[in-house]
């Protein structure tokens, strides 16, 4: 059972690269996530997807960007790397219907096991 | 939107009962869930209470909800290290989870 898996586990960045967090599931899901996990702070949203081809803003979205082409991957793009993006970073995934009777699963989130990236 | 308010750290000798809490503002919250983090891990789903409930118990787990005054706790008896992790709390209801800053449980010897 993959779940949700994350790529690379471990990143170290200059200041001004590039790069992309990887993420894909296998679990046919419709809604998927990033949020980023700083000491302390809890988990904050950066972005988030109802479905292919949709996006949308989550509560931190600066300086990253998001792609959903397909189900089952979400890459998380860092055009120009900066201190303030050293976090860990997480990826979910969930399985929602909207509308109609909410059961407790809907909203379970399955998530990766996470990317942690420094920025030098 | 939601907030949620978690006390940061949480000490326990081995054996004791831990008892993690938090609190939250929207109430149409149908579903409130406790999820675990293990040191170098993601988040699991640890249990999770329906909103019409007072009390959950899933064997060493008790969850308890004040929905009146939007407190939810997590009671973990005769707490093991294996249960050292940070614990979120996370209302659902908005299809968009909002977490908590987390508590450290700290179990020692």
């Known amino acids: 059972n993959a779940g949700v898996t994350q790529t690379p586990k471990f990143r170290i960045l200059k200041i001004g690269q590039s790069m992309t967090l990887q993420c894909t599931q296998d679990?046919?899901?419709?809604?998927m996530y990033w949020y980023r996990q700083d000491p302390g702070m809890g988990l904050k949203l950066i972005y988030y997807?109802?479905?292919?081809?949709?996006?949308d803003k989550g509560e931190v979205p600066n300086g990253y960007n998001v792609s959903r082409s397909t189900t089952e991957d979400f890459p998380l793009r860092l055009e120009l790397a900066a201190p303030s993006q050293t976090s860990v970073y997480f990826c979910?995934?969930?399985?929602?219907?909207?509308?109609?009777?909410?059961?407790?699963?809907?909203?379970?989130?399955?998530f990766g096991s996470g990317t942690q990236l420094s920025v030098l | 939107g939601e907030d949620v308010e978690q006390s940061l750290f949480l000490s326990v000798r081995e054996g004791d009962s831990s008892v993690i809490n938090c609190t939250y503002t929207?109430?149409?919250?149908?579903?409130l869930y406790w999820y675990k983090q293990e040191p170098g891990a993601g988040l699991q789903l640890l249990t999770y209470?329906?909103?019409?409930?007072d009390m959950k118990q899933d064997q060493r787990l008790t969850v308890l909800l004040n929905k009146k005054d939007k407190h939810l706790s997590l009671r973990i008896a005769d707490t093991q290290t294996g249960d050292s992790a940070i614990y979120f709390c996370?209302?659902?209801?908005?299809?968009?989870?909002?977490f908590g800053r987390g508590t450290s449980l700290i179990v020692h010897p």
């Open positions: 979910a995934s969930s399985s929602i219907h909207r509308g109609g009777l909410i059961a407790a699963t809907n909203e379970k989130l399955f």
């Open positions: 679990m046919n899901h419709n809604y």
């Open positions: 997807s109802v479905g292919a081809g949709i996006t």
């Open positions: 929207d109430s149409s919250s149908t579903y």
């Open positions: 209470i329906f909103s019409n409930m």
């Open positions: 996370a209302p659902g209801g908005s299809y968009i989870p909002t």
